[in-house]
């Protein structure tokens, strides 16, 4: 893993060009007056790519939230509420002579 250090300044003017660099692995230190004040890293290893996949794996991770406790194929099959039959008779009586 390559470490590069860039002044804050430096950082400001060429930002995508560090930020390519970060994202093809190498870890850049910011720095401001000689000092380390931060660092750019490469993703984490089974991030997803996206930002939401991102900020609900952050949300597991903190405890906000709980994955399902049983994977599914989708959501649920989808049950009808009355059968077509009863909803059609009972459609006149709610529209009330509409």
Do not use: C, H
């Not at 470490?3 to 401001?32: C, F, H, M, P, W």
């Not at 089974?46 to 399902?68: I, M, Q, S, T, Y």
């Not at 509420?81 to 009972?90: H, N, Q, S, T, Y």
Request: glycine fraction near 12%; hydrophobic fraction near 45%; proline fraction near 11%.
């Amino acid at each position: 893993m390559a470490i590069r250090a860039v002044d804050l300044e430096t950082l400001k003017n060429k930002l995508s060009k560090y930020v390519g660099l970060a994202q093809a692995g190498e870890t850049v230190l910011i720095t401001a007056r000689g000092r380390v004040v931060a660092e750019m890293v490469p993703p984490q290893t089974g991030r997803g790519p996206l930002l939401a996949d991102a900020l609900l794996a952050e949300a597991v991770r903190k405890g906000w939230l709980r994955p399902p406790a049983l994977g599914g194929e989708g959501p649920p099959p989808r049950r009808p509420v009355a059968p077509f039959a009863m909803l059609m008779g009972e459609l006149p009586a709610d529209r009330g002579g509409r």
